[in-house]
């Protein structure tokens, strides 16, 4: 299919955040073109594990129907230490309650979710770069198709969302910057057969030992899919001065050994991917005159659980809104984003930066795990399920921690 010449908002990358942007922009009566590189349906490394904040989105967007035909669950299941605890999602100002869904198929129903909004959507068109004038961006170049001898077209735009992922070629371009001084993660994915694919619990290990038995900074995760299959992943964190010396497959499959015969998996290991996930908003360059990233691509990844999706559906909306009220995005669409998510964020990376020192986990999970109270709270702030409507001892807690914390950072979320 061609591309058009010129649109109102061009949308580039089409996963839950560039999708949920173009489907708010385009009830709101926006001309919206929503591109992605991949031809749809596609793979996507990730957990599928949508947490009662990614439930909440999608509500919004008008699928509680479609998600609850798929699984739910009640909350999380927490192994380690000699302990296994099971704690519920604990609701307040969100749902009680969460899914999973394999990316294949939740992005590609959220694609068709915006091209039923109103936006036209091509896929399989890769962004080569932005046209710029006057430092603003006046459209974006693609090549359609695999080949680098396949045409260049260009697209013209008066507005640009810029949400392809973690590497963000197109958000580089524009002067993107990441920060790798905070905390970042590095996570692999696969799926299996399990004989509790129905399992109402998602569970994780804490306590995520290597073939040697060292304890790793990071979690191994199974999230029951409903299908048949669970996915199974792990994850470690890293910084620039404690880079994760670890291979992630080989680590995933050892996890996935030990859980054999706990979890009823059978066969092997299927779609095995990994990737890096710059956390916390650490990165800059996030918007300028008329474009702006969202999702991954701004960094927008919870540095205590490696969840993206809720923020993506969130920011997707959000810059709808912003786009409709703002002209220049340089300055307000960064503190739009400091602005929901910069303290928990904050609180966040330093926590888990300090999992990343060598010990301290040892030490102080064994404590965690035997205390129910304890790891209800940090389910809910791990998950950052606290919202400005709760107003609870736990979610003054959780805030106050992270003004605090904002208040001391050299380079603060977005900047």
Not at 56 to 69: P, S
Not at 129 to 151: I, L
Not at 272 to 283: F, H, I, K, R
Request: glycine share 14%; with cysteine; charged share 20%.
């Amino acid at each position: 299919m061609t591309l058009p010449t010129s649109v109102d908002v061009l949308v580039v990358g089409a996963g839950p955040a560039g999708s949920s942007a173009a489907a708010w922009l385009a009830r709101s009566g926006q001309d919206v073109l929503l591109t992605d590189a991949a031809t749809f349906p596609r793979d996507k490394t990730c957990g599928d594990g949508l947490t009662p904040r990614a439930v909440a989105e999608l509500v919004r967007l008008g699928l509680e129907d479609w998600l609850r035909a798929h699984t739910v669950n009640q909350g999380l299941r927490a192994h380690g230490f000699g302990q296994t605890l099971h704690l519920r999602w604990p609701g307040g100002s969100l749902p009680d309650w969460g899914s999973a869904v394999p990316r294949t198929e939740l992005d590609d129903h959220l694609r068709t979710v915006a091209m039923k909004s109103g936006a036209a959507a091509r896929d399989g068109v890769r962004a080569l770069d932005a046209v710029m004038e006057g430092g603003r961006v006046r459209g974006v170049r693609f090549r359609a198709g695999g080949g680098d001898d396949a045409p260049v077209e260009t697209v013209l735009c008066r507005r640009l969302v810029v949400a392809d992922g973690v590497r963000s070629p197109l958000g580089k371009a524009l002067g993107r910057e990441w920060h790798r001084d905070t905390v970042y993660g590095v996570a692999g994915r696969s799926y299996v057969t399990s004989d509790r694919s129905d399992d109402p619990w998602i569970s994780s290990h804490l306590e995520l030992r290597d073939e040697k038995g060292a304890a790793l900074a990071g979690y191994g995760w199974i999230f029951p899919l409903g299908n048949g299959e669970v996915n199974l992943g792990a994850g470690t964190l890293a910084t620039a001065k404690r880079p994760a010396d670890v291979a992630i497959k080989p680590l995933m499959r050892h996890y996935a050994q030990q859980c054999r015969e706990g979890f009823g998996l059978r066969g092997e290991l299927r779609a095995q991917t990994s990737a890096l996930l710059p956390m916390g908003g650490a990165v800059s360059g996030v918007a300028g005159p008329n474009w702006a990233l969202i999702g991954d691509a701004a960094g927008c990844v919870n540095p205590l659980n490696g969840e993206g999706i809720d923020y993506g559906l969130e920011t997707g909306r959000l810059i709808a809104g912003v786009l409709q009220e703002h002209d220049d995005l340089s300055a307000v669409w960064p503190e739009v984003l400091r602005g929901h998510y910069g303290e928990a964020f904050s609180v966040a990376r330093r926590l888990a930066g300090l999992v990343t020192v060598p010990r301290l986990l040892p030490a102080l999970g064994p404590v965690g795990m035997r205390s129910q109270l304890l790891m209800r709270l940090a389910l809910r702030w791990m998950g950052n399920l606290v919202t400005e409507e709760d107003r609870d001892a736990a979610g003054r807690l959780w805030r106050w921690a992270g003004r605090r914390s904002i208040s001391l950072d050299h380079r603060p979320p977005f900047a």
